[in-house]
Structure formats: C-alpha cells, structure tokens
C-alpha cells in the first residue's frame, strides 16, 4: 500500500507544498540500473551480461522491428501505449511494465517479451 504525505510550508507569501510517497511499513521502492546501463554501449546493439538486461534488449530489438516505419505516435494509438513511454523503452530508460508489455503485443500482434534465449545461458547472479 502506498502512503502520500503532502507537507505545506508558508514561507511569506510563498507556500511550498511537497509530496513524500511511502510503502507500508516504511520501505520504499530500491533503486535499480535501467536497461541501458546494464548493457555496454550503444543501447541496444550490444549484448548485455546481465540476464534481465539482455532480455530488455532483445524485447527492444523486437519492438523496433514491429514499429518499423510507423511514428511513435501512431503506435501509441494503435497499442494504448503513449509514445512518451516507447521512447523511454525503446533508448532504454524504463522497464517496461506486464500491463506495458501485454498492450504492445496485442496492439502490434506481435510477440515481444521471451525470456527464452536467456535462460539457460547466464547465470543467476540473485539466487532467484
């Protein structure tokens, strides 16, 4: 469960208000690398080490490969996917979500997400 605090501050005639955001039981979300930072450079052309990388990847390249000359935008409409997140999935800034995932491969009707070609080949770093 998330928890919003919203704090007013009156400084004069400025008041400034600030949001914290918190998980249940005081624990919030860690920090984790983007896709791009796990792999070498340039996003994505070059294999990533890293098991969740490489599988970010491959889902960009097969995501690239299905938009193919369409503009962002048109694929935002066509899958309900903005096309402010494609260009954050697509440079490799955000992870995308199951939701995410599950609106490009219907929308583009088009296989996107397999962890197939990973398994087996790197190994488990986290124990998972």
């Not at 409409?77 to 800034?93: C, F, M, R, S, Y």
Request: aromatic share 4%; hydrophobic share 40%.
């Amino acid at each position: 469960m998330l928890f919003i605090t919203v704090l007013t501050v009156n400084l004069g005639e400025l008041a400034l208000r600030c949001c914290l955001a918190s998980y249940a039981g005081g624990m919030a979300r860690t920090a984790r690398l983007t896709p791009a930072e796990l792999a070498p450079a340039p996003w994505p052309d070059v294999p990533s080490v890293d098991p969740s990388g490489e599988i970010a990847r491959l889902f960009v390249l097969r995501l690239r490969e299905e938009i193919g000359g369409r503009s962002l935008r048109a694929v935002g409409d066509q899958t309900g996917v903005h096309n402010a997140t494609l260009v954050k999935i697509l440079h490799g800034n955000a992870w995308p979500d199951l939701a995410t995932i599950s609106r490009l491969e219907v929308g583009l009707n088009a296989e996107l997400y397999s962890s197939t070609s990973v398994r087996g080949t790197h190994s488990s770093s986290s124990g998972s």
